[in-house]
């Protein structure tokens, strides 16, 4: 199946705003402390059922596959033309963009991870010795913070797909212009031969 810029746009996009979306329902979700159950030396720490690690993880895995496809949409072969990676990257507004796109990205993925991989320690680590613990979770606001970056680099990536395409037609328009001046060129000369 080919793809055309619009469709894989969509697709980005799509799968940005989906990981938006379970991001900012995990934060939403996220309860603000445990339980405390004390027995004979240890006190536990007894969490409600709470769907915040799920909804981190499923975050983080449509911010891979959005900036998978995203990579991968950036130098497909649209109409069956490819263009090389050095022609792409010496436009200088799409080396910016990319960047960026690969900055936000990172950063997305470490405010998702950190407080799910966080949370999910304290419900599986929930037997303390220490009589003084008092049921902590995960930061609050780092999965937003996380779900905004994960949308930003979809909007990133968007915008590096936008200036691929310009400097793909660029570069082929050039190819297709100087195609036309080395044949208009042979054709005044054979007409004056």
């Not at 072969?77 to 200088?92: D, E």
């Not at 008092?134 to 606001?141: S, V």
Request: hydrophobic letters at 45%; proline letters at 4%; glycine letters at 8%.
């Amino acid at each position: 199946m080919a793809f055309t810029i619009k469709q894989t746009s969509l697709i980005v996009a799509t799968l940005g705003v989906v990981s938006f979306i379970f991001g900012v329902i995990a934060e939403n979700k996220k309860p603000a402390s445990g339980n405390i159950i004390t027995g004979k030396n240890f006190v536990m720490c007894k969490y409600p059922s709470d769907p915040t690690v799920v909804l981190g993880y499923l975050s983080v895995a449509f911010l891979a596959v959005s900036t998978g496809f995203s990579y991968f949409a950036l130098f497909y072969p649209y109409r069956g033309k490819s263009i090389p990676q050095s022609a792409l990257f010496q436009n200088k507004g799409f080396l910016v963009f990319f960047n960026v796109a690969l900055a936000t990205t990172g950063l997305a993925a470490t405010l998702l991870l950190w407080p799910t991989i966080t949370e999910q320690l304290h419900q599986i680590r929930n037997i303390h010795h220490n009589l003084a613990t008092e049921c902590p979770t995960a930061k609050t606001g780092l999965l937003g913070g996380g779900a905004f970056l994960s949308l930003d680099s979809c909007l990133f990536w968007l915008v590096a797909l936008m200036l691929a395409d310009n400097a793909r037609e660029d570069y082929f328009g050039q190819d297709d212009k100087t195609a036309a001046a080395d044949l208009g060129t042979h054709d005044a000369l054979k007409g004056s031969a």
